[in-house]
């Protein structure tokens, strides 16, 4: 390191950003972007964006589900260039500046604090969920919902429906609901975890299913009873939810994605382990009955035989009202896994100047895309899986896929895949699975990818030229517009805001950029944020 | 950054280099033609990745509406012809620079620069290379012609990441260097130092992103120092804040902010794994 002339103050004291350290009042700030090109007048709203913040300092290790959350709001004025401005909503995960709001006498942010070990009530770091002015912002895997108001930028409540105990200190719920027809209600699990240890994973127990009526803020819920041939509450959780009718009937879809965890609280010594292998995901489907406390349900056939893992983002096609057509990802990595340790090169972790301060998600090998149509109790099953060819590179790849959305036309499918970085897949994960993973002496690095793929066929959406794709794209995508003229948002802080024609992703519109957005005082945000929401004004 | 180990470019000239320029703008039509996809034209693939930027200290001056990013950078290659790609704003204008610029603000902070860094001193001996014939590509046509004709090469990768650029309204600029000594048999280390300046119009500050892994060196000794007029809190995207201060430089006062560290690279690739190359 330079040195430092005594005559300069040198800055001291490390901020660490391990969540039990992290305590503060929400403190929102704004400030403009510069922008490039034009804001379409069709994109006159707001882009929310849950993002993950860490410790520049590599050595300070946070799990990606820990790392400290700000909510992004970006206000888009269009026009040339029209306007960008960024409103940062510093979450305070201990809820205490929401205490005497709540009102209802059943939460208690500081007891609640206690019982989870001092660490955090909400730490909604991933999932945004929309309903007009409210957003509920939900972590990868941990904590409750945090309703924030969009407008005011300002949290609301935590939906703390579980009581949080020293003896289920943590809470597990579905990171992307699912909604009605009518769009008034959503749906989520919520569960509590019981701690493992002593070669016992953690146990998801209590799972219960929420209708939550986003016209009166009142939920209703049902205990789940697993499917007899799914019963494992090691890998109960449900990183996505769908609502689907048939007959009538209504019915809500769970992507039971399977991460494994060895314990709840970060691994004390960030040393290889055994890691226990995750299994193959599956489908659960509950059918809505108001009569009863409970719901059975049952596995969608063909999803579990797939033997992929960690199945996680959906769009659905519910445009028939009778059945569904499921588009959903499968990222083909241990999500419950964090990556610290040698790499499958031998590396230590010093020695990879491109570590994170922490855990984030590496896949074993290239991920998996379905289009799973559903009528009348019979399935068509159609998969994309690809490798990343150099020499063929506008055929795309299906490395640890992220977002997939339907176009407004819902004849295209816009998927991002963030690729895959070798020096960053850790030597304890890899040897778990023997079977899974790519052979490390031939793989390179594998560039992110936003893609335009048919949705009757997964196939590339190619029309000639490369309009169909762009490499080294941010991951957090939304799709918006209408079926005449269509855009695709992509963001992450350091790239900014990019957005595209979605008929030519070669074809950029709009970028908008701020070095504020790179860092926050001497922190950063890492990893790059998942995803992204479009309000309109 | 991609290597030219044995530069046939400098020994053709006449009907000789007519010829070459016919075929490279066919490989070039070619492989557009084929969506960009190398395959159709092997002759695109680099023949072996042979530089990277080791090291580097940036002085950035920004006045509100001007930014200035004077470099000094450290090369670690085997060859004896090399060229180096960047991106930036077309409205950018490429500067000669002195090197003692960064001394003048280096002594002012109590700092050897790089040289700070233990790990600098294994980069020697330290050859001074000029940056010559700037050219500035605006297209992925222009990119490839030029790396066919001069048998440069591209590596897939890279090229995504350049088309991506000139997707943003981007240029890309390309600079020659040579080393006075090259390697001895076409594949020794050498490391080597250049000096230059971009200027641009903005009314923000723009750190450059993370470089792409060039084959040499997964990462970079870096330190980054930004002058100011007005006090800012704004820190670098992955480095340290090491320093902060006021400094006079080309007798104008500045706020100073100095960040530090080893900076990483995209696309890196583990040990003994070759670059990329045809596929089947």
């Known amino acids: 390191m330079p040195r430092v002339d005594p005559g300069f103050r040198r800055k001291n004291g490390r901020i660490d950003m391990g969540a039990s350290d992290y305590v503060t009042v929400s403190n929102p700030y704004s400030f403009d972007l510069r922008v490039r090109g034009r804001v379409p007048t069709d994109l006159c709203g707001f882009l929310v964006v849950p993002t993950n913040r860490r410790n520049k300092d590599r050595r300070y290790f946070a799990r990606w589900h820990d790392s400290q959350t700000d909510l992004v709001r970006l206000d888009l004025t269009p026009g040339r260039p029209g306007r960008v401005q960024a409103n940062v909503l510093e979450v305070d995960p201990a809820a205490t500046d929401l205490g005497e709001r709540i009102g209802d006498g059943r939460f208690d942010p500081q007891a609640q604090l206690l019982s989870a070990g001092g660490t955090y009530i909400t730490q909604p770091n991933h999932g945004a969920n929309i309903a007009g002015d409210t957003l509920w912002a939900t972590n990868l895997l941990f904590g409750a919902p945090l309703e924030v108001d969009i407008t005011r930028w300002k949290p609301v409540r935590v939906l ?142 063909g999803v579990m035989e797939l033997d992929s893992l960690a199945l996680s983002h959906l769009d659905v096609d519910r445009s028939r009202r009778d059945g569904f057509v499921l588009f959903a990802n499968f990222k083909e990595a241990d999500v419950g896994e964090e990556t610290h340790g040698r790499n499958i090169y031998g590396e230590e972790p010093e020695a990879v100047a491109e570590h994170y301060s922490g855990m984030i998600v590496e896949a074993l090998n290239y991920g998996l895309v379905i289009r799973y149509e559903w009528r009348q109790g019979v399935a068509d099953l159609r998969t994309f899986r690809r490798p990343y060819d150099p020499g063929r590179t506008s055929l795309g790849h299906s490395w640890l896929p992220i977002n997939i959305q339907l176009g407004p036309d819902g004849k295209r499918l816009f998927c991002s895949f963030s690729g895959f970085r070798p020096r960053l897949l850790p030597h304890h994960i890899a040897v778990a699975y023997p079977d899974r993973v790519v052979d490390h002496t031939t793989i390179r690095s594998v560039p992110p990818l936003l893609m335009r793929m048919d949705a009757e066929t997964l196939k590339p959406d190619v029309q000639g030229g490369r309009g169909h794709l762009s490499y080294a794209e941010p991951m957090a995508m939304v799709v918006t517009g209408t079926a005449a003229q269509s855009y695709v948002c992509t963001f992450s802080p350091e790239s900014g805001l990019r957005i595209y024609d979605a008929d030519n992703l070669g074809k950029l519109l709009c970028h908008a950029e701020s070095p504020q957005l790179m860092h926050w005082k001497d922190t950063h945000f890492r990893p790059d944020p998942a995803h992204l929401a479009f309000v309109p004004r | 950054m991609a290597g030219v180990p044995d530069p046939e470019f400098l020994s053709v000239e006449g009907p000789e280099f007519a010829e070459r320029v016919r075929v490279a703008a066919e490989i070039t039509n070619q492989l557009e033609q084929q969506n960009w996809d190398f395959n159709a034209a092997p002759e695109v693939f680099a023949r072996e990745a042979a530089c990277d930027v080791a090291a580097k200290e940036i002085v950035t001056t920004f006045d509100g509406r001007v930014q200035t990013r004077y470099g000094r950078l450290v090369m670690k290659g085997a060859g004896a012809r090399f060229n180096l790609l960047s991106h930036e704003s077309p409205r950018a204008a490429f500067l000669g620079v002195r090197p003692d610029v960064f001394a003048e603000v280096n002594v002012q902070v109590g700092s050897a620069g790089l040289l700070d860094f233990p790990e600098f001193a294994r980069m020697s001996p330290l050859q001074r290379v000029e940056l010559f014939n ?119 006062s500045y706020y100073m902010r100095r960040f530090a560290g080893i900076s990483p690279k995209d696309a890196t690739r583990g040990p003994g794994v070759p670059a990329e190359e045809r596929t089947h």
């Not at chain 1, 597990?172 to 994973?201: I, K, M, N, Q, V």
């Not at chain 1, 019915?251 to 382990?273: K, N, S, Y």
């Not at chain 1, 489908?283 to 409970?294: K, T, Y």
């Not at chain 2, 923000?204 to 006090?231: A, N, Q, R």
């Open chain 1, 160 to 301: 703390s429906y579980l009581d949080i105990t020293p003896w289920t200190p943590r809470i597990s719920g579905t990171s992307h609901f699912a909604w009605s027809f009518d769009h008034r209600y959503a749906y989520f699990h919520l569960s509590h975890l019981e701690p493992g240890g002593h070669g016992h994973p953690v146990r998801a127990v209590d799972l219960t299913l929420y209708e939550l009526d986003v016209s009166t803020g009142t939920e209703r819920s049902w205990r789940l009873v697993p499917p007899p041939e799914d019963d494992v509450p090691e890998v109960a959780n449900f990183h996505s939810c769908f609502y689907f009718e048939e007959g009538g009937r209504p019915f809500v879809g769970m992507l039971r994605t399977g991460a494994l965890l060895e314990t709840i609280a970060p691994h004390d010594a960030h040393v290889d382990h055994t890691v226990a292998p995750a299994s193959a995901s599956a489908i659960w489907i509950v059918e809505l009955d108001r009569s009863r406390p409970s719901l059975q349900a049952r596995l969608l056939p």
């Open chain 2, 134 to 252: 700037p050219n500035v590509f605006y297209q992925l046509r222009d990119v490839v012609f030029w790396s066919v004709l001069y048998q440069s090469g591209l590596f897939p990768t890279g090229f995504e990441d350049i088309g991506r650029q000139i997707s943003s309204g981007n240029v890309i600029r390309n600079l020659l260097f040579a080393p006075s000594v090259p390697s001895s048999n076409g594949r020794q280390e050498l490391f080597m130092e250049a000096f230059s300046a971009v200027q641009f119009p903005t009314d923000v500050v723009e750190w450059m992103p993370k470089p792409l892994f060039g084959g040499m060196s997964t990462e970079s000794l870096h330190i980054d120092t930004l002058l100011t007029l007005d006090p800012t809190d704004l820190s670098h995207p992955y480095l340290d804040l090491v320093a902060e201060g006021k400094v006079v430089f080309q007798d104008r």
